[in-house]
């Protein structure tokens, strides 16, 4: 009978998560072919090397302690980390701001990124310090099984980017309302957030924080600071940076056509996600915590979503590129092929990323970070192939083919990691 209430508990707390998801992305979706006609493939390429700054830096930004914050069964220790996480982001946000103040005074009007304007840099301080309070605020607010606030925030921060996107792209030339509306859809999520933890999130004890009396807390969570973070940022390179890296060999229509079409295959799928992910999280915290074994949960999750996900990635396997054009446009026809070619690699992604996150329940961060590195390895490498090769083709398929093998290695690993008496917990 607990067991059944028990299942019954994470399936509706992932329906929440799932529920305010897909509400989140029923505008964004309907209006997306508006944003692929008022946008360029070179404008999503600006958007991209701007916002993959802002996203690996907001990544390292805050030493991944939000998602620390899930774990501690002592709620002192959890605000520790939360706090910590939310000060070491401002910090870093305002030395970003400082160094590109500094930057775009030495460039004295000399464009740094071809074709645009480097005013744009200056969204980049306000982006790192709106995503990494979002995140933080988000995990706490999964840490008290609030799913309801997460949903809603996620509508919110959803909706914002896209209306925002769509009112400035048709008022200002390039890439600049698409940036603008990145920053402020994460803004506005977390206003929600703030607001509807408001008695519980107390952010005057910012002003009376100590980092003398956090040490014993941040010792004990130290391998989020030491081994989580580079291999979070290795990830969010992976998924965003690696953009710097298709630069280097193919022009702003490869690198545009990549980060549109990523952002509408993988990008949605993300988010999905990562509303079970998180569910996932404190769901197993809890179970491992009780010395009960978690493999029932994470076949469960994966079961559902392999028989969900493919009817629907088999059939685009075949249309994705004319889907695109008819979307989007005939100038994305492009992106659909790069899609296509990716899908095999992102129906494993779906499969895997939700239960990643028991690395961190059973302390295996450090041979995370290996796959992690491989990850990186196999992108850069299959790019650089390519690159010599003088065929984007052939990079893509290169990095869905070893991209897939490594994932397919990862959930083996996952199951034998989350064995009980495997590993030490924390």
């Known amino acids: 009978m607990k067991l059944m209430k028990k299942r019954s508990s994470l399936f509706k707390n992932i329906l929440t998560l799932f529920s305010g998801t897909a509400i989140a992305q ?137 209306l925002f996107s769509i009112g400035f792209g048709l008022v200002i030339p390039g890439a600049e309302g698409l940036i603008i509306g990145f920053v402020t859809g994460y803004f506005f999520g977390l206003l929600v957030l703030l607001f509807r933890q408001r008695k519980d999130i107390r952010l005057n004890e910012l002003h009376h924080y100590s980092l003398k009396a956090s040490k014993s807390v941040l010792r004990k969570f130290r391998n989020f600071i030491f081994v989580n973070t580079p291999h979070s940022l290795m990830g969010v390179f992976a998924d965003q940076g690696i953009v710097y890296v298709i630069e280097s060999f193919f022009d702003k229509l490869i690198v545009g056509s990549f980060s549109f079409a990523f952002r509408y295959t993988k990008a949605p799928l993300g988010i999905i996600t990562t509303s079970i992910s998180q569910v996932f999280f404190e769901e197993a915290s809890t179970a491992a915590n009780a010395g009960k074994d978690v493999r029932p949960i994470m076949f469960k999750i994966q079961r559902s979503l392999f028989l969900l996900g493919i ?58 970070l290996l796959i992690a590195i491989s990850d990186l390895a196999i992108r850069i490498s299959a790019i650089v192939i390519g690159g010599i090769y003088g065929s984007s083709n052939l990079a893509f398929m290169l990095m869905s083919i070893f991209g897939s093998l490594l994932l397919i290695f990862a959930l083996w690993w996952f199951y034998h990691i989350a064995k009980p008496g495997q590993s030490k917990r924390y």
Not at 107 to 134: C, F, K, M, R
Not at 312 to 322: A, N
Not at 336 to 346: A, D, F, K, Q
């Open 311 to 368: 009817v629907p990635f088999v059939v685009l396997m075949f249309f994705m590129p004319d889907v695109f054009a008819f979307v989007f446009s005939d100038k994305y026809y492009h992106a659909g092929e790069i899609s296509r070619i990716l899908l095999p690699w992102l129906f494993l992604n779906l499969l895997m990323s939700p239960v990643s996150t028991i690395t961190l329940v059973f302390n295996r961060q450090k041979q995370a």
């Open 26 to 162: 029923i505008l964004p979706i309907l209006l997306s072919p508006l944003l692929s006609r008022i946008y360029t493939p070179e404008d999503f390429a600006v958007f991209a090397l701007i916002t993959a700054v802002v996203s690996i830096t907001a990544t390292f930004s805050t030493f991944r302690l939000e998602l620390a914050t899930v774990i501690p069964e002592n709620e002192e220790e959890a605000r520790i980390l939360f706090s910590t996480a939310l000060i070491s982001n401002l910090i870093v946000a305002s030395i970003s701001l400082l160094a590109i103040g500094g930057l775009l005074l030495f460039l004295d009007g000399n464009s740094i990124i071809t074709g645009t304007s480097n005013h744009l840099l200056l969204y980049i301080p306000v982006g790192i310090w709106a995503l990494g309070w979002y995140q933080t605020s988000n995990y706490w607010s999964t840490r008290h099984k609030t799913y309801l606030n997460n949903a809603f925030s996620k509508i919110v921060q959803a909706v914002t980017t896209v």
